[in-house]
């Protein structure tokens, strides 16, 4: 028997097909108009809301943007590359500069939404900090808008018996941040895990990162470690899933 594999993909699936393949091959570039539901529909004898899936299909992969009224547009936005290794190196760091101008590469980064508060530790953070749980902790919460799109929502915990009455208790850390900050403090973390799942986004999470629908986050949470062993931060980082690349380079 011969395959109909093709013949069976829905036709809202190869029309997403051929203008994702135009977008690759540089037909339509960033910023450039794709065909409307009107040309779709006209191009591939297909219904509106046939026309409709296809543009979504492009959408929720994150390489077009719907523009109220204008239609829809190859996405502008060019990806972080977030080096996982080399942005948590002492010589980042230590030298004052912010984990995250790693990834940006002089682009415009700004951090907004700032919150810095003492908590209760729950079950969980507690486990990773190995303190008793309803120990008190403190909690860095911030938004990271890279050329005014939301890319990242991460919270930080800090055991408020290393970092109480210093500046990581402050929104701003000072140059080098949290690490940075811990080094002087005699708890410099020498050794960081991190754990990293994908999965769609909280209603809540939607709206902090501008999420188009369908687009599903990254989640990233990184352990950081003294010299002894014990562990002094535990970050849960939100990603864009569309905004990110992540990268790990290492030897064999």
Do not use: C
């Amino acid at each position: 028997m011969t395959s109909q594999g093709g013949s069976r993909q829905p036709k809202y699936q190869r029309i997403a097909d051929a203008l994702r393949a135009a977008i690759q091959s540089g037909e339509y570039g960033p910023g450039d108009r794709l065909p409307g539901e009107n040309d779709l529909m006209t191009t591939y004898d297909v219904a509106r809301m046939t026309a409709r899936q296809a543009l979504g299909v492009l959408q929720n992969e994150g390489l077009a943007e719907a523009r109220k009224g204008a239609g829809v547009f190859v996405r502008a936005f060019k990806p972080l590359r977030r080096r996982g290794i080399q942005r948590l190196a002492q010589e980042q760091w230590g030298s004052g500069r912010s984990v995250w101008s790693a990834d940006t590469e002089e682009r415009e980064l700004v951090v907004d939404q700032i919150e810095v508060r003492e908590d209760a530790a729950d079950d969980r953070i507690a486990d990773a900090l190995g303190i008793p749980a309803g120990a008190r902790v403190w909690a860095r919460s911030r938004r990271f808008v890279l050329e005014g799109k939301p890319v990242l929502f991460a919270t930080s915990h800090l055991p408020s018996d290393v970092v109480a009455d210093s500046a990581i208790t402050q929104a701003d850390t000072g140059p080098g941040g949290t690490y940075a900050r811990l080094a002087e403090l005699g708890h410099k973390p020498v050794h960081f895990r991190e754990e990293i799942r994908s999965r769609m986004p909280s209603a809540d999470e939607a709206e902090q990162l501008s999420l188009s629908m369908g687009t599903p986050v990254i989640q990233i949470i990184r352990t950081a470690f003294t010299e002894d062993g014990r562990p002094v931060e535990v970050n849960e980082m939100t990603l864009d899933s569309a905004s990110y690349v992540l990268e790990y380079d290492f030897d064999a």
